[in-house]
Nanobody
Framework: QGQLVESGGGSVQAGGSLRLSCAASGFTIDNSCMAWFRQAPGKGREGVAAIYSGGTGVYYADSVKGRFTMSQDNSKRTLYLQMNSLKPEDTAMYYC????????????????????WGQGTQVTVSS
């Protein structure tokens, strides 16, 4: 049974940085679509970043482009999201997800139909 476990969330002031981690077990991540989503209170789930098949392609939402960097360590089965220059509007619960998606579905983040979801890690950015 596959599982994703996020960590690294916390509270920071605007302009600060955090690095989220997502550890996978029970499956390999190098040939999957790996993604980060977030959901703020009262808002819908938003795609933040996605990486396809070990780095063949990477997508970032416009709202985080230039500030967030997604990477993965296949040997550790771990996905990372380095978040710099954080803003109060980045405050949300962050979730990682994994699944066997097409390149288009993965990199355009057109679906929530991922096989695995983590439990989420809270990020709070104060002004």
């Amino acid at each position: 049974q596959g599982q994703l476990v996020e960590s690294g969330g916390g509270s920071v002031q605007a302009g600060g940085s955090l690095r989220l981690s997502c550890a996978a077990s029970g499956f390999t991540i190098d040939n999957s679509c790996m993604a980060w989503f977030r959901q703020a209170p009262g808002k819908g789930r938003e795609g933040v970043a996605a990486i396809y098949s070990g780095g063949t392609g990477v997508y970032y939402a416009d709202s985080v482009k230039g500030r967030f960097t997604m990477s993965q360590d296949n040997s550790k089965r771990t996905l990372y999201l380095q978040m710099n220059s954080l803003k109060p509007e980045d405050t949300a619960m962050y979730y990682c997800a994994a699944g066997s998606l097409s390149l288009h579905s993965c990199l355009y983040m057109t679906t929530y139909e991922y096989t695995y979801w983590g439990q989420g890690t809270q990020v709070t950015v104060s002004s």
